[in-house]
């Protein structure tokens, strides 16, 4: 599957963001490495660093001038040393503003404050500085702390993160907004909320998942010329539309309905007959070629809604599915009850969401056939544990999951993570206006359809979520605020449908 995915991402041109993450460890690593090959020193990575963020700023805020620079005690601290002496160097007005003293830091951070001062540089310390009498900058730089945060803020960095966040101008943040732990993504204590950073050597995983989304603004990346070699293997990888849609090919002109999967989803409790539908519709609408509900039987047939949506009852063939789904609009009563017992015995591939998450949580076992899709809140109740303590460290409770009940896992948030039994997969689409209901039955409905058509779990899962995310990107275009589940279905259509 690693292949697969991989071979995807190679494939497609003129994606703006590298697909590895990595872990903190392996960027210090990879820098090492970089620095062994070219003699030991890595200062020129700080100036390459600096040389860097004075071209990206130039190019994201032309009109800037007046910039103030917060610079932190170590490497990031540096980096911002090098870009104030290139931009004086280079006509800007650059103030620095520091968290500690010149003369009090080490390595390369202190060779690029010397260089700054000899260059006719001054420094201002925090603690004594006043924003009000100083000019307002038109750019803020945030070079205070990187990658290196893995403990709540002090109380004089807090400070300055507070101030910077309350200053009236756009923020860069230099590799990593300070206050957010790389590894994570959970923002410690507090956080820089920038409007654009620009990362160095290799994406940091937690950038793109949990707290990280809010932090890091646009995303953007430069190698500063450190290739990997080939031992490294990435934390994870990241995955978009772009990336994956090649594995959509076109149908052979042979196919009929039976040769495109049969579905049975199985949900909708009295009151929520509409998750049913949806999940139902989203399966249509990516391909599967027949489906069929089993809802509860004091409900009116789905087909009054949906002509395409057939019914079930229980004792009809119980070998005509190929794929099935279980959870959407539920529920918790006896009725659901003997839907979860009959259903999870099968050996067809299944989809748990929803209730039917909430009662593997309650009868856990280890299964290679299903595809689990929790929330955060039924993550917690698979693992007996918080909500904090699955945000605290996704990418660990993904990993925890899988390996507890097996097959592939996808738990859904800002930044969605997949793991199977090789890899982690990051789903970089998607926005905020999917926060509401309905949405992920829509997931669930269209993962089941993939399977449905012969795509592994694995690819399944992963081309699911991106397309998912992708479609409500395309219906966030008339507004995320008051979008609904529906909204996105015309484009889950287009979107199985990729143009070349």
């Avoid at 994606?15 to 890595?42: F, H, K, N, V, Y």
């Avoid at 040389?51 to 005690?73: D, K, M």
């Avoid at 807090?158 to 590799?175: E, Q, R, S, W, Y």
């Amino acid at each position: 599957m690693v292949q697969v995915i991989e071979d995807a991402i190679c494939g497609e041109q003129g994606t703006s963001l590298a697909q590895p993450l990595w872990r903190t460890e392996q960027i210090r690593m990879l820098e090492r490495r970089w620095a062994e090959r070219e003699g030991g020193d890595t200062y020129p990575l700080m100036t390459r660093a600096g040389g860097a963020l004075l071209s990206y700023a130039r190019r994201h805020w032309p009109q800037s001038s007046h910039w103030w620079i917060f610079v932190g005690p170590g490497n990031n601290g540096g980096d911002g040393y090098v870009l104030a002496r290139l931009a004086r160097r280079a006509g800007l007005d650059p103030v620095v503003i520091a968290a500690r003293a010149p003369d009090r830091l080490s390595g390369d951070a202190r060779r690029a404050a010397d260089e700054w001062l000899a260059a006719g540089g001054t420094v201002l310390m925090f603690e004594a500085f006043t924003p009000a009498l100083l000019t307002p900058p038109d750019l803020v730089v945030d070079a205070l702390l990187g990658t290196g945060v893995h403990i709540s803020l002090s109380s004089s960095m807090t400070k300055i993160v507070a101030t910077i966040n309350g200053l009236n101008a756009p923020v860069l943040a230099v590799d990593l907004p300070s206050g957010l732990n790389a590894d994570t993504g959970r923002a410690m204590g507090a956080m820089v909320r920038a409007s654009r950073t620009l990362t160095f050597i290799g994406i940091k995983q937690g950038m793109l998942t949990a707290d990280g989304v809010d932090g890091v603004g646009l995303l953007d990346f430069d190698p500063l010329g450190v290739t990997p070699d080939a031992e490294p293997i990435p934390a994870a990888l990241r995955i978009d539309y772009p990336s994956l849609k090649g594995l959509l090919s076109p149908r052979r002109r042979s196919a009929h309905k039976g040769s495109n999967g049969r579905v049975l989803l199985v949900g909708g409790n009295l009151g929520m007959q509409g998750a049913i539908l949806l999940a139902g519709q989203a399966c249509l609408r990516a391909g599967a070629g027949l489906v069929r509900l089993c809802q509860h039987p004091d409900l009116p047939p789905a087909s009054l809604v949906q002509p395409e949506l057939m019914g079930w009852q229980v004792g009809m063939d119980e070998s005509w599915p190929t794929v099935r789904v279980l959870g959407p609009g539920l529920g918790q009563d006896e009725w659901a009850k003997a839907q979860c017992e009959r259903l999870t015995a099968t050996g067809e591939p299944l989809v748990l969401d929803a209730d039917g998450l909430n009662w593997l949580a309650l009868h856990p076992r280890h299964q290679d056939n299903w595809v689990l899709t929790p929330h955060p809140g039924e993550a917690a109740r698979l693992l007996a544990c918080s909500i904090d303590e699955i945000e605290a460290d996704r990418f660990a409770a993904v990993a925890r999951l899988q390996q507890q009940y097996g097959g592939v896992v996808l738990l859904k948030g800002a930044g969605s993570l997949i793991c199977d039994s090789r890899c982690i997969t990051l789903c970089s689409e998607g926005n905020p206006g999917m926060a509401s209901g309905g949405m992920g039955d829509l997931l669930s409905g269209i993962i089941a359809a993939l399977l449905a058509q012969g795509w592994s779990a694995s690819v399944a899962t992963r081309l699911g979520a991106v397309i998912h995310g992708e479609a409500a990107d395309c219906a966030a275009a008339e507004g995320e605020r008051g979008m609904l589940a529906s909204d996105l279905l015309p484009w889950i259509r287009r979107l199985v449908n990729p143009t070349p």
